[in-house]
T-cell receptor, first 114, second 108 residues
């Protein structure tokens, strides 16, 4: 596609529910990032993939968060047993190469945990 | 741990005025990025600065990078209402770490 696509755009979950957020990066992009953005804050790094390899997952806030990119294209961020503090916008970004000269961001998934 | 600090966090300007947003970071990096975010929207890349002394300009915005001082500036010239948005700097040092953002409002 023309840009980074994320789905769903909005997700409402009950506390304790599992959710899966999808990111379709720009075709052929090597690098893929996940960020968490709380209201009025800057994006906080969660994890980074280079192709299918997860090179950095140090930003994942707990073991309830899990990300994968099995074929080096589409990525899924899974949050198990959601908590209210997980409510945020989850942004995905991709770049053409590992040099990360320019990141292209998706529109994000707004997650609300009730 | 890499820290990225922006100031000011909030900026209200009159149209036609000039102002500078500052971005300080705590560790060595040769790559710094500026992004714009409109309310409810995602981030749009403005500038990528890849070396010490780099200066880039687009319209009324000019960004510069001093890697020795670990400082980048985003200068706004003759502000117009359309520039109202939140501006983020980000530093690439293993992770792409963002500042808290500067929320700019340009008033007529």
């Amino acid at each position: 596609g023309a840009g980074v696509s994320q789905s769903p755009r909005y997700k409402v979950a009950k506390r304790g529910q599992d959710v899966a957020l999808r990111c379709d990066p720009i075709s052929g992009h090597v690098s893929l990032f996940w960020y968490q953005q709380a209201l009025g804050q800057g994006p906080e790094f969660l994890t980074y993939f280079q192709n299918e390899a997860q090179l950095d997952k140090s930003g994942l806030p707990s073991d309830r968060f899990f990300a994968e990119r099995p074929e080096g294209s589409v990525s899924t961020l899974k949050i198990q047993r959601t908590q209210q503090e997980d409510s945020a916008v989850y942004l995905c970004a991709s770049s053409r190469d590992s040099w990360n000269e320019k990141l292209f961001f998706g529109s994000g998934t707004q997650l609300s945990v009730l | 741990e890499l820290k990225v600090e922006q100031n000011p966090l909030f900026l209200s300007m009159q149209e036609g005025k000039n102002y500078t947003i500052y971005c300080n970071y705590s560790t060595t990096s040769d790559r710094l990025y500026w992004y714009r975010q409109d309310p409810g929207k995602s981030l749009e890349s403005l500038f990528v600065l890849l070396s010490n002394g780099a200066v880039k300009q687009e319209g009324r915005l000019m960004a510069s990078l001093d890697t020795k001082a670990r400082l980048s500036t985003l200068h706004i010239t003759a502000a117009v209402h359309d520039l109202s948005a939140t501006y983020f700097c980000a530093v690439d040092s293993l992770q792409m770490r963002f500042g808290a953002g500067t929320r700019l409002t340009v008033k007529p």
